[in-house]
């Protein structure tokens, strides 16, 4: 979706955006990978070279929710 958008989506990889409330000392600048229809995702986070593979087996989106919350604690905790 082009720009205001927060949601950025281009040759099947997705960026997130992370308002910098979420993580206000330590500002999260990119993650860039893929949500998968039925819980799998792929993530990288340039900043600590971190990559997030998985899945969670679930369609209703809580696996999602999930895994989003955990991979924001774990970049900010690095």
Not at 38 to 55: E, V
Not at 56 to 67: D, R, S
Request: with cysteine; charged share 15%; glycine share 12%.
């Amino acid at each position: 979706m082009p720009p205001p958008s927060v949601f950025y989506f281009g040759i099947g990889l997705e960026k997130l955006f992370t308002p910098r409330i979420i993580s206000p000392f330590k500002p999260i600048k990119e993650i860039v990978g893929f949500w998968g229809q039925t819980g799998s995702f792929a993530w990288y986070n340039p900043d600590t070279d971190l990559y997030f593979c998985g899945t969670t087996n679930q369609i209703n989106g809580a696996g999602h929710t999930a895994v989003g919350k955990a991979m924001l604690k774990i970049i900010k905790s690095v």
